[in-house]
């Protein structure tokens, strides 16, 4: 009996397996082409944009697109990029958890001949990649000094970093670079936000106790922005704290509307999706591709807000 | 006899199941290649549930090892690196290596001493020093991570080389470490003693097993799978990378499960564990090539997981 009953469960967890299974093969008439995307996290809205705008391209085609989750865990990316390169995938995007450790996918897909394209964070081992396309970092943190500075010459800034990642790397230097031509600015220090909302918080409110004299915050993207705002609301500063960012997504232009976040340095993550694309087929039809693609940003504040929002849901 | 026939049909039915089933879906699933690559996918996670099986099969648990991973990379590669450049890449291993697993054995012998020698329970214990482990692994290089000498070819080949051309290193290493595993555990004194430890603490110390040594041994050897487990990773990301491992302990104590332990104690083995680590392997490579959805993905391993317990609880009542 009971045997029996095992048995049909290993039955029905086969069934569970089928029922959520993948594409049917019939359903395709002709084998298209398939794409592989794989991002360090989902559990952000821009990646989840950047996915839409590569799809949205992928679509037109009639070609298939297989998005992945890495969930910040490099070995799971290694095994995921393994996975699209064993079943042939004709290029597959990547979006790094380490910049460094990638190399070792980099390489095995070289090895099959398959071109890899990465999104939005950059890799070390260029010379392995077919092409980088992303947003212009260091230009987005210039904007941010520079915004910060039209409104607080003498700002005294603390930094809220994401320092595993290249890109914010990126935005870190483009912001100091700005900031050095302001000799009133000061940079009192540098702290990990983890470029979550929920490792924001916290970090700021240490920095508070340890600064009194702090006048304004560059976290590297709207979610950590969020969370040093939300710290600053309950400290009772915000009104004495300029904050600026990098990022444009829906939560960092209702917090400039609101009045609680100064500027965002807007990316395009859609843009990147499909520029990511675009050039993946080019490349596939024969095309020479440039190295490096770079998505300008552009500076949001209150006076744009409404219509950069406006421009956002048209869908441009 | 009969009961490992007992215990691993079922396993062996759903590996085959289950390699059979994504065949549908993937036609090159069942190729060499993407056989011989999920072998080297699993490696890790295996190592690590390897060590897991024995602290769980003692009635214990261990939090810490995904932050050994982390540790031991960056302790091995750190040393690598920082040591007098003139020395030949052998020895350097050698140190990195030393150190790395240096520092393991220190985590584990404090779990194992504080296991068996304090009232604190095991999971309490191993969750402070995953704490500690990871904090001392992000001391390193501000938390950066830290690239692997050019010049420590050996030290690559660790993780990304193969044997022959075929049998990927990892792999080698894991075969080996399991079968010296399965000969301790089902074929020595010492793996007796752990069974009787696991099924009533109390009644193996009254009959002379000499039980904090033993325990303490096991933490040790669970924390050395880690080191192993860490010094492949590090290898296989050409860089030690303090904030890596999170979440693996989750993911070996999966397997383990899967294989038939349980998780009271005093009943599994060395080979389910390796069925089941294969088995999760199995799920992440099929759904992921499937194209099933990455939302659905984990629902599929969580069922998969509450089934396998499930089964497991049902034959042994």
New interface residues.
Partial sequence: MRRKLSNLLSVGLLGILMGCGGPTPESQEKPSRTFGVVYQTLNNPFFVDLNAGMEEVIDVHGDELITLDSQFNSLKQKNDISDLILQGADAIFINPVNWEGIKGSLIQAKEKGIPCIIVDAPVKDQNLVLCQVASDNVEAGRLAARALAEVEPEAKVVILHLSVNKACIDRVDGFKEEAAKYPGMEILDTQEGEGTREGGRPVMRDLLGRFPEINAVFPINDPSALGAISALESAGKLENVTVVTVDGSQEGIAAIRAGKLHSTSAQFPKEIGKAAAEHAYKHLNGEEVPKDVVIPVELVTAENADEFLKEAETGS | MKTAVRQLG?LL??VV??LL?FR?????FL?S??LI?LT??IS?NAILALGMTLTILIGGIDLSVGAVVALVGTTAVFTMASVDESMSPIPQLTLGILAGLGAAIGIGLFNGLSAAKTRMPPFIITLATMQIARGLALRFN????M?VPDSQTAFLAI??GRVWEVVPIPVLIMVILFAIGALLLHGTLFGRHLYAIGGNRLAAQLSGVPVVRRETVVYILCAVMAGVAGLI?AS????A?P??G???ELDAIAAVVVGGTSFTGGIGTVHGTLIGAIIIGIL??G????????S?QY??KG??IL??V??DV??R?
């Fill in positions: 079922p039915a759903s199941g289950l089933l549908i879906w993937v036609p090159n190729a290649e993407n690559d080297q996918q890790v501000q938390g950066r991570p690239n993780g990304n990773h296989q990301l050409y860089s990378e904030a890596s999170e979440g693996f992440d490579k759904l992921n090539q499937a194209g099933v959805h990455f659905l629902v599929v069922l998969v089934g396998a499930y089964l049902v034959r009542r």
